[in-house]
């Protein structure tokens, strides 16, 4: 009984670990130390390599590219990792690198949409259900909580992070850290306002958005110095868990935010 499809034309290595349920179609190739969990499918032309471990139900298009060698020119050969949850969709000519140094991990959580031609570089870790649209780039050591959205064709610089269900707008550079719950735009990206729409997608209620919007006003709008508007967000708003996400975030920004 065959446990899965792998096209003739595919190279699979046959120390490759491929689980129950998976398609592997035509022109794949897949490396030595790949591990690629059920059900997932690769539909033509995907290449997997290094020491790179999928979970379930992925589905992966053409020419996408997972695992490979980092661009960074720090790495100095030994064991470099990319880890994949379950239920992501990888769009044509994605490209996500391997970490870079000796026993790191690039790590890619469960239930993302990343979109056609973009780009996860070394030693990323992006959590679950975001969506990257197309073109979108993430320079090495990004981080991107849950249910970030960032739009096409942005470009984000190494060490940033992205908040819990912010938003980045099409075609801007991010050069600093983008808070939780807010949109940014612009070259560089400034934080515009609160992501209403994203949460209420997310089901925030209607009393945490007003919270969210009145911590907005302190931190961006007031004028204060950022350590400041901390302070006074904590006296003045009720410690609903967003808003102690949204000053977690804020007080532990090691590039500082975009304002």
Known sequence: ????????????????????????????????????GEQCRLHSHVVIDGHTTIGKRNEIFPFACIGLKTQDLKWDKGVTR????????????????????????????????????????????????II????????GHVIVEDSAVIGGLAAVHQFCRIGKMAMIGGCSKVVQDVPPFMIADGNPAQTRTINKTGMERNGISEERQRALRAAYKILFREGLALSNAIVKVEKKLPPLPEVRHLIAFVRNSARGISK
């Open 132 to 139: 990257m649209s197309n073109v979108a780039t993430l320079a």
């Open 1 to 36: 009984m065959t446990l899965f499809q792998i096209h003739p034309s595919a190279i699979v290595h046959p120390k490759a670990r491929i689980a129950a349920g998976c398609e592997i179609g035509p022109y794949c190739v897949i490396g030595r130390n790949v591990v690629l």
């Open 82 to 129: 990319t880890a994949i949850g379950d239920g992501n969709t990888f769009r044509e000519y994605v490209t996500i690198h391997s970490a870079t140094g000796d026993e790191e991990t690039t790590r890619v959580g469960s239930n993302n949409l990343i979109l056609a031609y973009c780009h996860i570089a070394h030693n990323c870790v992006l959590g679950n259900r």
